[in-house]
């Protein structure tokens, strides 16, 4: 059986070592390459051309600004009326930099399904239930794209993503 990736991390990364015990669960044959030296390896620029940065992108962008705000509507953090301006609009900054990236192709980095695609997919899945509504997704019309492109792979259609998306964005509704 051929590699299902490789798995950039170095022996005492506690994560690394998180990782490294599921797959040895599961069977599954990764790559772990020998020669990976931190932080060297991955701040060359073959390697950031790769799928990471398409990966932090979508946790520390796109996910970290719909997590916030789907936390402030639900009442898990106080309610703030600028902060929640502010935050939506990191989040419209993270969707038109994305958007853009996808009108030269179908996937972030190959023609292919990766990992940076999935974690994409499963951020935009929250994203499209909770804040990116209907004005918002004729805007961004590759991104709804690549998100129904990656949901829609027979590997991946028997997943539970969001496919039926907000139609206007949830909003604050103070508690009586």
């Known amino acids: 059986m051929t590699s299902i990736g490789k798995l950039w991390t170095f022996s005492y990364q506690p994560t690394g070592r998180r990782i490294r015990a599921v797959i040895a669960f ?11 030296k931190y932080p060297e390896t991955n701040r ?15 946790d520390a962008e796109i996910d970290k600004f719909t997590g916030q705000i789907f936390q402030m509507l639900n009442g898990a953090i106080p309610y703030h009326k600028d902060i929640h301006a502010k935050l939506t609009e990191s ?5 038109d930099t ?28 929250s994203a499209l239930y909770f804040t990116l509504d209907a004005t918002l997704r004729m805007t961004y019309p590759n991104i709804v794209r690549f998100y129904e492109g990656v949901i ?14 907000v139609e206007k964005a949830r909003e604050y509704v103070p508690k009586e």
């Not at 620029?45 to 992108?57: A, D, T, Y």
């Not at 989040?91 to 969707?95: A, G, L």
């Not at 829609?152 to 998306?165: S, V």
């Open 26 to 36: 599961t069977d599954l044959p990764v790559e772990i390459p020998d020669n990976f």
């Open 98 to 125: 994305l958007e853009k990236h996808l009108s030269n192709g179908t996937f972030l980095v190959s023609d292919k399904i990766t990992l940076a695609d999935i974690t994409m997919a499963s951020v935009l899945s």
């Open 152 to 165: 829609d792979h027979p590997k991946l259609k028997d997943i539970n993503w969001t496919r039926e998306y």
């Open 91 to 95: 989040q419209i900054r993270s969707f």
């Open 44 to 58: 060359s620029p073959e390697f950031k051309s790769k799928f990471v940065s398409w990966v932090s992108f979508a």
